[in-house]
Every structure is written in C-alpha cells, then in structure tokens.
C-alpha cells in the first residue's frame, strides 16, 4: 500500500502547520507552526484557550496600571497574546514558529523595527533563543527594508501578504530568511476576474510559486520559499518539492488520507538550467511592477485592511473580556 501523501510530501518539503490551535499542532506534528492575527483572534475564543487569554489580560492590566483605558491594555495583551501563542506552539514543535508584527504598522519601516524588536525580547526573557523565531512582516516596500534592518541584528523574518515576483527578488535582495507566498489569495483573485476555474499546474497561485523558486534556485538565493494560504489539496501537490509549506489543518486531514503517488514538482537541479533573466531591483522597479500587476496591487492592500480589521475585532472582543474579568473580581471582593 502507497505511503500517505502527507508523508512522501514530508520527505522533499518541510510542513508547517498554519494555525493557533495546539491540538492541531499536536496531532499533525509539523516541523514549524505560524499564526497571523485572524488565526489568534479563532484560537483566542477556544473555550479550552481562556485561561491564556485571561491570564495575559491580567498581565497587561498589571503592568499599565488601573488607570489605563482598556483599548490600551487590549492592544498590549495582543501583542502579548501572540507571543504566548508562539510560546505555547514552540513546546509542541521542533522547529520555529512565525510571529506576526501589527499589519497596521505595513507602511511604517521604523516602528515594525521596534515591533519586532519588542516582540524577540518577549521571546527572549521567556528563555526562548530568536533562532527559533520568525518575525512576519507584509511584503511592503518599508516592511521589506525593515526585514533587511533586522536580519542584520540576527532577527529572522517571513515576509507574509506577497503576491508578485517584484516581492519576492526585492525580499531576497534584502537577504530575508523566508517567503510566504499566498496561492490560494491569488486563486481567488484570478477567479474573480476571469469567472474561470482552474485545476492543477493551471492554477495562478501555483505558477507563481513556481516562477519564484525557480528564481531563487537558478540565481542561488539563500531565501527559502514557503508557499501558503492553500484553498485545494491540489495546489499543495503541485508544489511538492518547494521548500516548506504551511498547510491548515484541514487540508493536512485530507492528505494524510489519501495515499496516491506525489511526484516531485519543485526541483533546485533543474531550476539552474532555466533559462531566466535577472531583474534589478530597486524602490522604482519595485513600484512600477506592483502598479502594473493589478493582482499583487489588490490582494496587498486587501491583505493589509483585512489583517488590520481581524486585530481590531480580537482588541474589542479583548477589552470586552476585560471589562467582564473585572466586573467579576469587583462583584467577588
């Protein structure tokens, strides 16, 4: 009997598992885990994941004092909440585990600096070395210079919402860790504006995965490429082969079921015999690439709003859970 394809995808591709629930975590047991604001703001309202949430409100409440507003205190407890997140994740997994920096903060270059810089020294007093963590940051240009900024402290970082080839040799230039290219947004996006469906090789999300590690490969660049943001098993099979992909917990069910063959699609040998030109990169280039691909164009700035909005949402459903925490400690004194 066939292996399951979950297991011969593990032999040429390191799987990482794109959610904030352990127990997910626990029962596929990835190599690396990341979460993004939507992911936490689910996890966040996990009934066996309240005593994080409320344990890190009460923290933030402590150290801003009881004279601060509880928009104040919720904002602290998020960016407190994703590192207990990561914490709780880092025990499960071997590997690493991507934090994200606040995608409102995706066009400013000096505070995702200092976002991140807050984030590593959470990490880092909690005893966890930085070696074993990713900052995410939104493919920006700023974002993008601000990744550049902190790999060179020894910060590493996944560059997150990237959707074109111009991301992704600007990212690469800056010397960036890693990638997370999102197929299954560009998918969509392709879908909308065709009305076509697409299956297989076919699908827009998968030839841009492909065109861009077969960049890497051919010009050896160290960045490695992790594709995301999956809708099919279909595309995850088509870009077996790829450095890493973090895959939900979901489509990992589907594949660990299904034991077909999974030929290698992603090759680092045959990307070097390409035959590929090399675009420089600079802030112009950058600007005129992302002006002319109206997908990479729409799908940043949809990416950012709804991140944005998905951090909203969690810092009132957490001021919220705050006021009811200290209505109940004030009925119980």
């Not at 903060?105 to 930085?130: C, F, M, N, Q």
């Not at 660049?221 to 790829?242: D, H, P, Q, W």
């Amino acid at each position: 009997m066939a292996k399951p394809v979950l297991e011969q995808l593990r032999s040429m591709t390191t799987v990482v598992s794109d959610t904030g629930d352990f127990n997910a975590i626990k029962e596929f047991k990835p190599q690396d885990a990341t979460t993004n604001p939507s992911l936490i703001a689910t996890a966040a309202q996990m009934p066996e994941y309240s005593d994080i949430v409320d344990g890190t409100l009460k923290d933030a409440r402590k150290q801003l004092g009881e004279s601060a507003d509880e928009k104040k205190v919720a904002n602290l407890a998020f960016k407190q909440l994703a590192v207990e997140f990561g914490k709780r994740i880092l025990q499960i997994v071997p590997g690493r585990v991507s934090t994200e920096v606040d995608a409102r903060l995706s066009y400013d270059k000096d505070k995702s600096i200092a976002t991140a810089r807050e984030i590593i020294a959470t990490y880092e007093k909690a005893g966890i070395s930085r070696e074993r963590i990713l900052i995410k940051l939104a493919s920006t240009w700023e974002g993008i210079r601000a990744a550049e900024e902190l790999e060179k402290e020894g910060i590493h970082c996944n560059m997150t919402l990237l959707f074109g080839l111009h991301q992704a040799i600007a990212a690469a230039e800056a010397k960036v860790t890693l990638i997370s290219p999102f197929v299954g947004r560009i998918l969509d996006w392709y879908k909308k504006d065709t009305g076509k469906d697409y299956q297989g090789a076919d699908d827009p999300g998968v030839k841009s995965v492909t065109t861009i590690y077969n960049y890497y490969k051919h010009f050896g660049y160290k960045t490695v490429v992790m594709g995301a943001s999956f809708r099919n098993t279909g595309e995850i099979k088509e870009l077996a082969g790829c450095d890493l992909l973090t895959i939900a917990p979901k489509l990992l069910g589907e594949l660990e079921a299904d034991t077909s063959e999974l030929p290698r699609k992603l090759d680092p040998a045959k990307a070097k015999d390409m035959k590929i030109d090399k675009i420089p990169m600079d802030q112009a280039t950058f600007e005129k690439m992302h002006a002319a691909d109206r997908m990479a164009h729409d799908k940043l700035k949809e990416g950012i709003e709804g991140f944005s909005k998905s951090l909203e949402e969690l810092e009132k459903l957490l001021a919220n859970r705050l006021a009811q925490l200290e209505q109940k400690e004030f009925a119980t004194k």
